[in-house]
């Protein structure tokens, strides 16, 4: 069983920093896209950033410059640093995994979900 765990969500002001972090409970699988989504009041739930196992990294163009997406395989954690911060950043921001497992020789995507957590950047 696999599961994501988010943190460090909270309330920050225009121009500050946060980071997101997303534990998973077993080792991070050897082909992987990791990434985190972000959904606003009203809004459809969009792609913020992607990391995969080939160390390929992808930003939304309203983040690129600002946001940064990492990860630390020793402590099968997933980051994302957000500097320069602004109220149009405020939403429910989702950690999301898919990852390559064999079963009985087969090779399956599963895809896995964070809980949530809301970020809100207002003065």
């Known amino acids: 069983q696999v599961q994501l765990v988010q943190s460090g969500g909270g309330l920050v002001q225009p121009g500050g920093s946060l980071r997101l972090s997303c534990a998973t409970s077993?080792?991070?699988?050897?082909?992987?896209?990791m990434g985190w989504y972000r959904q606003a009041p009203g809004k459809q739930r969009e792609l913020v950033a992607t990391?995969?196992?080939?160390?390929?990294?992808n930003y939304a163009d309203s983040v690129k410059g600002r946001f940064t997406i990492s990860g630390d395989n020793a402590k099968n954690t997933m980051y994302l640093q957000m500097n320069s911060l602004k109220p149009e950043d405020t939403a429910v921001y989702y950690c999301?995994?898919?990852?390559?497992?064999?079963?009985?020789?087969?090779?399956?995507?599963?895809?896995?979900w964070g809980q949530g957590t809301q970020v809100t950047v207002s003065s």
């Open positions: 999301n995994a898919q990852l390559v497992s064999v079963r009985r020789g087969i090779a399956t995507t599963d895809v896995y």
């Open positions: 077993g080792s991070i699988a050897s082909l992987y896209t």
């Open positions: 990391i995969t196992s080939g160390a390929t990294t």
